[in-house]
């Protein structure tokens, strides 16, 4: 990325653009095209809507956590009427609860079911097969739209296999990027809805950037640096293979939950089945300030933790293993969350490190003996 | 740029905010905030026109050229109702014509009065006074939104004294950044609008980011990377101090117009009033096609010129003198450009580069003499 800028509209461009394009589209897993944006995930999410829907049209969300809310709240700033399927932000997504109220939307009034794969504020990923089956069984005709920001080339995704309409997401997580890009990928069914969806749309639309992606280019200047880094980090996922990739977030995501547990806090997931393999919350005990802590390990350890949301807020901190990282990094920054619990007086259990080097370790092993199966 | 991502909600990102949101601040000659968006600056175009007007609203817009009509276009796409004053693309804005067309506006229906500072398409600079004083001479209490993408931090800009309501800029012109990032600057009268403003707005809207940014934070992720270049261009600007940057870009402007003359080509912008000082757009002589001539030139010299729009495609092409430029890398592009013109077979008239050269000892000279008098 450290290059100087080519010409947006020049032939060099085009071939790095067309990479991007065509290379993107096999990590959301999809033979439509994926509509690459100069602006961050919150970007993805209004192109996601406002291409798609109508003012008051009624969409339901599942309140994950803090980014599903902010979902919610834009949609609710655009004219969407969206309606909350409560959770206590500990759990992902519950197919059966989503189910139980598309059977009761006998009218179809709601045009599209959202939810966040992997909810960034909690830890939590939910089952989009679990959902789409859901939808279908009721016969429900919704468009199914997901926020992958967290989750994509972290977490196992398909786009076009699981029936998503719209996927949403950003350059900074799994991609490995700085952030400044996002992305929908599109299923000919959010196509069409776009044909007919009356939010006003210009710098979001569809219509334009699709037209121009096919020559080549972009209806607006893109940002190219970000377009450098990303046909590189294309590469890079294949290089690791997707199926390596998966399973390296799964292995760290474990090891650091041993950790957890060894040290004798609660994550906030409560559920295994919804796991998170990028990112995982962890519970201080009760009365000791999540956001000291934070600042503390930040001071002597250089070491930058997630904050908690709502009703988490002051009371957890999350770590990320998501993206360019790898099983040296992740014990690095589970020593030093280790030792900034006893520097900060935190009473916890020693051998959280211990417990996930077990954790790798037995994991290689187990990767090693199937490997040789 | 080419450093590690920082944690943007973390204390190190909020000093790097507070330097580019002060900073700015004197780039626009404001001391009203400025919104800094991640996005190009069709993005910064949706943001003045979503956070000040309401669906139906009534702009009066100027067709200086390609941007002027895109930026028509994305107001018809908002649900706005734009009117175009018709220029025939080789001229600014007639103030004259703005003030006619108010004063017969008896009823206000006229919400805002929108136009391209400098239109990148023809190279041709309005006056943003002239306009401001027409507005005030018949009382019209239409907002002021002025497109400054290619003039700011190239042309003289005064976003308070000159009682503009929204600038609209990107950081990969004057700024000399890439691109990924642009700008609104807003007047206490456009923040008062954007109160009652009733177009659907989430990503691009003020009230949240105003609220963020007085913490030193944003709203959603922002282009980290991009924030420490512009912290570094701002820096730049002010040290080389930006009345001569003015003059500079004066000068290069100058030359550039020389070089045209000399060659015997009409440049676009047919008024002096209206010269350009970040561009030239060179018309060539009848029945040469300027698109073979620039992949000629990009494929003999690789300078990249800017294409022809409208009624000059494949007519002229336009060289750009903004930036991080100075006297040497232009007569490196003139000559090139001489060059290019001789190897394609395009008649002209030999010394374009001397009448340049020229030009510019006249300019230093008489800026030496202004210096010692």
């Not at 949403?168 to 809805?193: C, E, H, I, R, T």
Request: proline residues 5%.
């Amino acid at each position: 990325m450290d290059t100087p800028v080519i010409d947006h509209r020049g032939p060099e461009f085009a071939e790095l653009a067309r990479k991007c394009l065509d290379g993107i589209k096999t990590i959301f897993k999809t033979t439509n095209p994926v509509i690459i944006y100069t602006a961050t995930g919150t970007g993805a999410w209004e192109g996601a809507l406002v291409n798609t829907l109508s003012p008051g049209d009624k969409v339901l969300m599942v309140e994950t956590g803090h980014f599903a809310t902010l979902w919610k709240k834009m949609a609710e700033k655009l004219g969407l009427n969206p309606e909350f399927i409560v959770t206590d932000w500990r759990t992902g997504v519950d197919a059966a609860a989503v189910e139980a109220r598309l059977l009761n939307d006998k009218r179809h009034e709601i045009k599209a079911v959202c939810f966040v794969h992997n909810e960034t504020s909690t830890g939590c990923l939910s089952s989009v097969p679990e959902v789409r089956k859901a939808i279908d069984r009721v016969g429900h005709p919704a468009l199914l739209l997901v926020d992958t920001v967290s989750s994509l080339a972290s977490a196992d995704y398909r786009h076009d296999e699981w029936g998503v309409d719209v996927t949403v997401a950003g350059a900074q997580k799994g991609l490995m990027l700085p952030p400044g890009m996002s992305f929908n990928a599109v299923s000919d069914k959010a196509l069409a809805a776009s044909k007919t969806s009356k939010l006003p749309k210009s710098f979001w639309a569809w219509d334009d950037m699709l037209a121009m992606n096919k020559t080549g280019f972009f209806p607006y200047t893109p940002a190219t640096q970000i377009l450098h880094g990303l046909a590189v980090a294309i590469e890079m996922l294949h290089e690791e293979g997707l199926d390596n990739l998966f399973a390296r977030h799964d292995r760290l995501a474990e090891a650091t939950r041993c950790a957890a547990k060894a040290w004798g806090f609660d994550i906030v997931c409560r559920d295994p089945k919804y796991y998170s393999p990028s990112l995982t919350a962890i519970l201080l005990p009760d009365g000791y300030d999540a956001d000291s802590f934070r600042a503390l390990a930040l001071e002597c350890f250089n070491i930058s933790y997630g904050a908690g949301f709502g009703p988490f807020k002051g009371k957890m901190f999350r770590i990320g293993h998501l993206g360019d990282t790898n099983d040296t990094m992740l014990m690095g920054a589970l020593a030093a969350t280790e030792m900034a619990l006893s520097l900060a007086g935190i009473p916890h259990n020693r051998g959280g490190v211990q417990a996930a080097m077990d954790c790798l370790v037995s994991a290689h092993e187990n990767s090693t003996h199937a490997a040789t199966e």
